[in-house]
Each structure stands twice: as C-alpha cells, then as structure tokens.
C-alpha cells in the first residue's frame, strides 16, 4: 500500500528565508510524485511533479524538489520565500500500476513572517 | 478552456436534506473524481470514474452517490445530509488514473 506523510502541520519561516516543507513517501513500485498548493479558498494547484529521469524537479513560481529513492523522501524548496507563498502544500503519490490511485499527505500550512 | 467548474460554491442545508453538488470539465478527461477535505486530514477520495458508465467507491463514499453519464459531467449526490457531511467538496479529472489531478474551486458545504 502507498502512503504520504508530511512532516509538520504548520511551518514558518521569514521573508527572504529557505523554505522547507518535507515529505516521505511509501510504495512498493516506483512512484509518480506530485506537490500541489493551495492559497485560501481555492482548489489546488499543481505546482511540479516527478514522473521519470530527472529526479530534480523544477516547478512555478521558484519551487523545486527532489527525488531521492534511497530516503523515500520528495522535498519541497525554494530558496527565498516571499509573502505570497503563504499557503497550504500538499505532497502526493501515485504507485505506477493501474489499480493505484492518488494518495494525498494531510498538509503543511506555509505562514510567511515579514 | 474552463477546466474543472463546480457548482454551488457554497451551501447551506438542513439535516435530512438531498442535494445534488455539480462537476463538469471540459479537458475531455476520462477519470474524474470527488474529493472532501477537512482540516487536518488531508484530501480523501469519496467516489471516482473511469469513463462514462464507469464508477467506483473512493475511501469514504457512505452518504454520497455519483453517476457518470457523459464524459464531462460528474455530479455527486448527498441522499440525506448528516453534520458530519459539513465540509468543502472538490472534484477532479485527469487523463488517466494516474495523471496529475485538475482541481476544481471547490464547493463549501455545511449541514445543520
């Protein structure tokens, strides 16, 4: 079975600061992996996904993560936050088998602090 | 394009009430889905399609019913809202159960 854990509900960091939001990750095939975002009363947002090669994943507005089998991890970065990054970050996981489904972590709310 | 619509954004309903939440995409996708997302607990599936004519229970579906006639319609139907159904509603397509899922804004329901 598959499953997503993010790492802390809540983080927060200063404007200009390295922003961090973690996920780990479990599944018994090779996965597709996915970090959405989702600004207050809104539907998510697909901001980068990883599917094959690059395990380097660049997304919009300055994000980017990182596929790393051996921890099972799939991190969220970018280096300088700014106000409008406030929001909420889902990690999420696909099994590459046709049964599988979408799995989502339970959120990390992202606060900026001026 | 439009992408995913939902309709109503917000509702109110008494308990016992029925009430029909509408989903349409227009990216011809074949898998649509219909999420509830409550505080702490992430996105949980309650009902998916496949295709046209094709449905199947997600991780939380009691109280809820879907129906997929056309491609591009996904309606989910609360028989009878219960307070616990209180929640916001977000549907979802994607060209095939494993691409990337295209939200919806959403629809915030509270039952009373």
């Avoid at chain 1, 970065?77 to 889902?90: I, N, Q, R």
Wanted: net charge neutral.
């Amino acid at each position: 079975a598959q499953s997503v854990t993010q790492l802390g509900s809540h983080v927060s960091v200063s404007e200009g600061a390295l922003v961090l939001l973690r996920c780990n990750y479990s599944s018994s095939v090779p996965p597709y992996l996915f970090w959405y975002v989702q600004y207050p009363n809104q539907g998510l947002q697909l901001l980068l996904k990883y599917t094959t090669g690059a395990t380097l994943v660049k997304g919009i507005n300055g994000f980017e993560a990182e596929f790393k089998k051996s921890e099972t991890s799939f991190h969220l970065t970018k280096p300088s936050a700014h106000m409008s990054d406030a929001a909420e970050y889902f990690c999420a996981v696909i099994s590459y088998s046709s049964a599988s489904k979408i799995i989502f972590g339970s959120g990390t709310r992202l606060s900026i602090r001026p | 394009n439009a992408g995913v619509t939902q309709t109503p954004k917000f509702q109110v309903l008494k308990t016992g009430q029925s009430m029909t939440l509408q989903c349409a995409q227009d990216m011809n996708h074949e898998y649509m889905s219909w999420y509830r997302q409550d505080p702490g607990m992430g996105l949980r599936l309650i009902h998916y399609s496949v295709g046209a004519g094709i449905t199947d229970q997600g991780e939380v579906p009691n109280g809820y019913n879907v129906s997929r006639s056309t491609t591009e319609d996904f309606p989910l139907r609360l028989l009878s809202a219960a307070p616990s159904q209180t929640s916001v509603y977000f549907c979802a397509s994607s060209y095939s159960i494993q691409g990337e899922p295209y939200f919806g804004p959403g629809t915030r329901l509270t039952v009373l």
